[in-house]
């Protein structure tokens, strides 16, 4: 009989932004990810100031969200 081996880890890929799809790193997730390893938010979709307080885990912030507020994230504000 041939032995089945048979993964410990979750088949899933994790190496994405849940949020746009971007790629993150496991030292990205592992350190602003959520408690399963996660990232919610990446720096692509998000700003540095909003995912040091928890939106790449997953997290409500009071800072304006980047996609949704005119000039954030480097962009220039519209008139």
């Known amino acids: 009989m041939v032995g ?19 790629h993150v790193t496991d030292r990205f997730r592992r350190v602003f990810g959520d408690d399963r390893v996660r990232a919610h938010r990446c720096s692509d979709c998000d700003s540095y100031r909003r995912l040091s307080r ?26």
Not at 10 to 20: F, G, L, Y
Not at 54 to 67: F, N, R, T
């Open 54 to 79: 928890g939106s790449a885990a997953g997290v409500d912030v009071g800072i304006p969200d980047p996609e949704t507020s005119s000039g954030r994230h480097g962009g220039e504000a519209t008139a």
């Open 4 to 22: 089945v081996t048979i993964a410990s880890w979750s088949s899933v890929d994790r190496s994405t932004c849940r949020h746009c799809g971007a």
